[in-house]
T-cell receptor, first 117, second 112 residues
Framework: GAVVSQHPSWVICKSGTSVKIECRSLDFQATTMFWYRQFPKQSLMLMAT?????????EQGVEKDKFLINHASLTLSTLTVTSAHPEDSSFYIC?????????????FGPGTRLTVL | DAKTTQPNSMESNEEEPVHLPCNHSTISGTDYIHWYRQLPSQGPEYVIHGLTSNVNNRMASLAIAEDRKSSTLILHRATLRDAAVYYC?????????????FGKGTLLTVNP
């Protein structure tokens, strides 16, 4: 089956620093990737949708200058949390759409746990 | 997007079948029914999806009501590894919108 990886799996950083999270589709080409955030005991909230080679589309209420998304290739998307603060601590999950299968299925990465001190 | 309604939690015994219900009374004709599950501290995992007909795969079966206003995910023999939050999601086909909107899902507990 299709595999999506994320790196790192967890990260701890100081307040005010920036953190980059990578999302890779390992065995398929991902024309569209999605970034979600999940707070403890809550459901996943979509942050943004990125299509390869174009600017990301952010959901309402998500600051695009704070959460920078780059989707430079068909197998890699990155999310950079700039000037992170403790309230940005969360579980960040990416997913990728396999365009070759008709796009009906999204495959999710294992998630990245971000803790901002 | 059309909304889905699921019970907050369900309990099952190991090796017994589990039927997880989902109501989607405002579903439109072009909405696919997707099921994902999420184990603790992991990303969601695709389970199954369907449009009108019942579907089977190695993980589960999806039974879709004739009027499509409800569906049921069937795990034929629950194992402890099936304990997870199960999400029923509607996704409209066509266009370029492939977003999935997650609700609260059903927390399935499997007793040994």
């Amino acid at each position: 089956g299709a595999v999506v990886s994320q790196h790192p799996s967890w990260v701890i950083c100081k307040s005010g620093t920036s953190v980059k999270i990578e999302c890779r589709s390992l065995d398929f080409q991902a024309t569209t990737m999605f970034w979600y955030r999940q707070f403890p005991k809550q459901s996943l909230m979509l942050m943004a949708t990125s299509n390869e080679g174009s600017k990301a589309t952010y959901e309402q209420g998500v600051e695009k200058d704070k959460f920078l998304i780059n989707h430079a290739s068909l197998t890699l998307s990155t999310l950079t949390v700039t000037s992170a603060h403790p309230e940005d601590s969360s579980f960040y999950i990416c997913s990728a759409r396999d365009g070759t299968s008709g796009g009906r299925t999204q495959y999710f990465g294992p998630g990245t746990r971000l803790t901002v001190l | 997007d059309a909304k889905t309604t699921q019970p907050n939690s369900m309990e099952s015994n190991e090796e017994e079948p589990v039927h997880l219900p989902c109501n989607h009374s405002t579903i439109s004709g072009t909405d696919y029914i997707h099921w994902y599950r999420q184990l603790p501290s992991q990303g969601p995992e695709y389970v199954i999806h369907g449009l009108t007909s019942n579907v089977n795969n190695r993980m589960a079966s999806l039974a879709i009501a004739e009027d499509r206003k409800s569906s049921t995910l069937i795990l034929h023999r629950a194992t402890l590894r099936d304990a997870a939050v199960y999400y029923c999601i509607l996704r409209r086909s066509g266009g370029s919108n492939y977003k999935l909107t997650f609700g609260k899902g059903t927390l399935l507990t499997v007793n040994p």
